[in-house]
Every structure is written in C-alpha cells, then in structure tokens.
C-alpha cells in the first residue's frame, strides 16, 4: 500500500494550492478518503473527508468555504484545493485511506503560507 501526497509548497497569503495524493496498492473506490494536517508542536487535524463514492464530503470548521476535496476513482487519487490560504494553514498535510479497521497514511507533504 502506498499513498504519495505532492503539490504542497510555500505560497504567499491569499493564494492557492492544490495537493494530490496518489494511491496504490488497495481497491482505492472502497475507501474514504481523508487529509489531515499536523504543524508544529500541534496535534494532526482532520481537514477535510470524502466518502469512497465521492458523494459525501465533510471539512473542518476552519477550512469550510476556502477547501475542497475531490477524488477521482479511475485515477486512485484525491485532491484537496486550497484557497484564501492564511499563514494558519501553514503545517504539514497528510492524505488516508479508511475502511473498516483498515487505515494508511501517506509521507506527509509540507505547505507553507508566509509573505
């Protein structure tokens, strides 16, 4: 099993990112989907959630209106939108694969927002 996070990087406030993690290894349309981030000295938080059809989608407060996910299932892959970013988004972003008691996690990518 492996989960690839890229498209992570340091962007200025205001602007925009797009991160995709790659899948590999597991019937990825069976799993929801899930990024989290982690920054520094601060328990990993769950960002933003997508059921294994797509259909279902669930963020956290901070991110509602300025984040979303998509997946694309003949791609095994999911992709997390950032806009409006704010140097509070600053940290690291992890993508999971869930289903049942089965759970993977990918390396991490990091995003930084600073002028």
């Known amino acids: 099993v492996t989960l690839v996070e890229s498209g992570g990087g340091l962007v200025q406030p205001g602007g925009s990112l797009r991160l995709s993690c790659a899948a590999s290894g597991f019937t990825f349309s069976r799993f929801s989907m899930s990024w989290y981030r982690q920054a520094g000295g601060k328990e990993r938080e769950l960002v933003a959630s997508i059921s294994s059809s797509g259909l279902s989608t669930n963020y956290a407060d901070s991110v509602k209106g300025r984040f979303t996910i998509s997946r694309d299932n003949g791609k095994n892959t999911v992709y997390l939108q950032m806009n409006s970013l704010k140097p509070e988004d600053t940290a690291v972003y992890y993508c999971?694969?869930?289903?049942?008691?089965?759970?993977?996690w990918g390396q991490g990518t990091q995003v930084t927002v600073s002028s």
């Open positions: 999971q694969a869930r289903r049942g008691f089965e759970d993977y």
